[in-house]
């Protein structure tokens, strides 16, 4: 749900105006959570305290629930517990690009009618600017804080969505940074950081980086994501599916993570105490809760069939490491796997001190709403100027410009006074929270369906399209999906724009009088192949689902009020990859003796219809290399001897001395067109030659904005081990000595890496 719009009518305002004088009043705090201070039985319990340490008032807390009553608190409707002053709580909400009304944890009306849309994240990703990021994370969580001191909302999200992107067809890509993983940990920690509020124990609102581990396939050729059985190699997960989950704990200190509902190799993630025990919270030390996607305890009962009753589920989750159900299952079964002896009330408590710990740091036993940090965050706060003007920045930020043959774009209104705007996707609310009437702002406008919806079955609207697009001075065609076609759920089946989509473009293109401009609405990559190699489609452009403000960051694209900076966060394969690539196949790496060509750009080598990292802009931008070393030195941790830390050439990054290992290297940016704009500078390194290293992988992004023939120094630090490193076989992260290359767009640039002690080892 976006903001209303404000009317513009004057008369309207001048209503609103007078209705506010007279109908304004402050909004009512919520009252308490726990621990009223106008309740004298309760608030001084020693856990209400707040000059106590927080770990004591958890403790304390705790310490006085019976079984009942704990058990009561395992599920994401948490009862209350009147005896002690604590009332239930809804832990599920929802914020992947704005406050949302899909967890029932958040409900718009009275005085919060919306919230600010920004872009999907495939779209805000496309920007590869991490300040964007932090800073729409930042909006959200004073919506999502105003929203809950309001009665409306909850203080715990379930976002970001960090899956990483690794089959074009997944229906819920659009809700994730992309394919390359550290894209994804970059967004993901600096989207916590600016939910969170980045201010160490007090957390601004709790987030959630889900959904842990190896999902990303929802319903593919009669399997589901209640049934899946991911197969994924060590060096896999390692590689690539941990790591922005690894990056959103470790430096984004988030709050909790979420385990997902298929099972990897063989185990339901969320019954899995390798991945929840020991990995999330031993080895990255979660300091937070970890929560089951709904119902996915139940699943891997009912569904899965992993354990033969109900207890046994309860119990395997809860000693794997689960702290808190989304469902029932937990609420209902617990009670009786402790009095089977299968599961100990101590487990329950270690499960709700790192639950309730979250809701202490939140302030939610801190009395008053209204007196704590935060607390005087209101309905003024959603939706402000302010927030507005960051999502059209943010959806202009996001827009890629996949192809501009002469160039045709931007626009002119001086000569294209008539726009004919054509397709099912050119004035939908739902799709982008926003309309083409963005484009009436420059140029008068004919709308014509095309097709009647994005299935685009029938070619009964196209003779109207054709007839309009024969009259304007420049055509303008959004076409792509929707949440029909790519969704939770749903995954496609293939990578073509929908129906006779194709046929309409093409046939729009030959009746056009002036330039005709692809714009292309959906989250996944299509294969418009056609459209690339059609000399009379003079421009196309990928807006992914940009928000609500999404109709005019287009126009100002079109017209040039701002130019285009975005890049593709994941590859576009053209329809054909896929007869090879099965859904259900994890691997990322190419396979030859199976005719598997690996997946994402750093395995896959074949035809692309676009690049990951595409995007192109109305002026050109040229590096030079001011200042990089040539050789660098891995100095070896004392303690590990040469035989132990060094194999084929590669040393164990446990044995690195890693801190503050890192290659500075400067770029100068110059800006060589007459038009300003922004430029993300993508470092990618190809390390020495090793079958189980990726032929390229991205190490650094930066993004600049350079004035029309001004240049920007652009400083860059390469952490060595954890981006110039790579993982082998067994799933050990190994930075490999020799050379490795760097590239800066087509400027290249080798550093040799070196052991420091070989042969030299001192304890
Ligand atoms: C990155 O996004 C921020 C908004 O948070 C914006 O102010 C800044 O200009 C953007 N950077 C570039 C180089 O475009
Ligand atoms: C998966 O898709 C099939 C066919 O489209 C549908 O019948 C089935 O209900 C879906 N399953 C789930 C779990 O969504
Ligand atoms: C290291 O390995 C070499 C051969 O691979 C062997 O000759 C040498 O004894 C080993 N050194 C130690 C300290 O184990």
Not at 432 to 448: E, F, L, S
Not at 501 to 512: F, G, N, R
Request: net charge neutral.
């Amino acid at each position: 749900m976006g903001c209303a719009t404000t009317p513009s009518n004057p008369l309207s305002l001048l209503l609103l105006v007078l209705f506010l004088s007279v109908f304004w009043h402050p909004v009512q705090a919520r009252p308490p959570f726990a621990c009223d201070p106008r309740d004298p039985m309760t608030k001084n319990f020693p856990f209400c305290r707040t000059n106590l340490p927080i770990p004591d008032r958890v403790r304390d807390l705790i310490g006085r629930l019976t079984l009942q009553e704990k058990v009561g608190l395992l599920v994401n409707k948490a009862a209350d517990v009147p005896r002690l002053g604590i009332r239930g709580y809804e832990w599920w909400s929802e914020a992947l690009h704005g406050v949302s009304d899909v967890g029932p944890g958040t409900k718009f009306g009275g005085d919060f009618p919306g919230a600010t849309s920004f872009p999907q994240v495939i779209s805000t990703a496309a920007s590869f600017n991490a300040s964007l990021w932090e800073e729409i994370g930042l909006v959200v969580s004073d919506e999502a804080r105003a929203m809950y001191n309001g009665g409306m909302g909850g203080l715990t999200y379930w976002s970001p969505n960090v899956n990483i992107f690794r089959d074009p067809r997944w229906g819920r890509g659009q809700e994730t940074p992309g394919e390359d993983p550290i894209l994804a940990a970059k967004y993901a920690a600096s989207y916590v950081k600016g939910l969170q509020g980045n201010a160490g124990e007090r957390l601004k609102v709790a987030a959630c980086c889900k959904h842990y581990t190896a999902y990303d396939l929802d319903n593919w050729s009669g399997v589901d994501r209640f049934h899946f059985n991911a197969q994924v190699s060590k060096q896999d997960i390692e590689d690539t599916f941990d790591v922005p989950f690894r990056e959103c704990v470790m430096e984004g200190k988030v709050a909790s993570v979420m385990c997902s509902y298929n099972q990897v190799n063989g185990i339901p993630a969320c019954a899995d105490p390798k991945l929840l025990r020991n990995t999330i919270r031993g080895a990255w030390r979660l300091n937070g809760y970890i929560v089951s996607d709904c119902d996915s305890v139940g699943v891997f009962y009912d569904n899965q069939h992993y354990t033969s009753t109900p207890e046994e589920a309860a119990a395997d989750a809860i000693k794997a490491g689960l702290d808190l159900d989304c469902g029932d299952f937990l609420g209902l079964h617990t009670g009786d796997a402790i009095k089977k002896g299968i599961l100990n009330e101590a487990d329950i408590s270690d499960a709700l001190v790192n639950t309730v710990t979250v809701q202490m740091r939140l302030g939610m036993f801190d009395g008053e709403t209204s007196s704590q940090l935060f607390g005087n965050l209101g309905p003024r706060d959603v939706c402000t100027p302010a927030h507005q003007e960051l999502a059209l920045d943010a959806a202009r930020q996001g827009v890629v410009l996949l192809k501009n043959h002469g160039p045709s774009l931007p626009l002119s209104p001086r000569r294209h006074r008539t726009v004919a705007v054509i397709g099912p996707n050119s004035d939908v609310t739902v799709t982008m929270i926003g309309n083409y009437a963005g484009i009436k702002r420059y140029a008068r406008t004919i709308h014509q369906q095309g097709c009647t919806n994005i299935a685009c079955t029938g070619d009964q609207l196209f003779d109207g399209a054709i007839d309009a697009a024969h009259q304007a001075d420049a055509t303008v065609l959004v076409m792509g999906l929707d949440q029909s076609i790519e969704a939770e759920f749903r995954d496609r089946a293939g990578l073509i724009l929908p129906g006779r989509q194709q046929e309409l473009v093409s046939k729009i293109a030959m009746a056009s009088r002036g330039p005709t401009i692809l714009v292309l609405m959906c989250g996944g990559p299509v294969d418009v192949s056609f459209a690339k190699n059609d000399p009379r489609i003079s421009a196309i452009l990928w807006v992914g689902y940009p928000g609500q403000a999404g109709g005019a960051a287009i126009a100002d694209v079109l017209f040039g009020a701002h130019n285009p900076g975005g890049k593709l966060p994941m590859t576009w394969y053209p329809q054909e990859y896929l007869a090879s690539v099965p859904m259900t196949t994890m691997d990322m790496r190419s396979n030859p003796s199976k005719d598997y060509p690996g997946r994402t750009y750093r395995f896959y080598k074949g035809p692309v219809v676009y690049p990951f990292g595409h995007g192109m802009s109305y002026t050109n931008f040229v590096h030079t290399i001011v200042d990089a070393p040539t050789t660098v030195v891995v100095p070896i941790d004392g303690h590990h001897r040469p035989n132990t830390t060094i194999s084929g050439k590669a040393i164990r990054v446990t044995h690195a001395k890693c801190n503050g290992l890192s290659i500075a290297v400067h770029v100068d940016v110059k800006n060589v067109g007459s038009k300003d704009g922004s430029h993300t500078l993508l470092v990618f390194s190809t390390p020495p030659a090793r079958h189980w290293a990726p032929h390229k992988q991205l190490v650094a992004f930066e993004k600049v904005s350079v004035a029309a023939r001004a240049q920007q120094r652009v400083h860059i630090n390469i952490h060595v081990c954890k981006y110039l490193s790579v993982v082998d076989r067994s799933g050990i992260r190994r930075i490999p000595m020799g050379e490795h290359s760097l590239h800066f767009g087509i400027v290249k640039h080798s550093i040799t890496l070196q052991p420091a002690t070989l042969g030299v080892i001192k304890s």
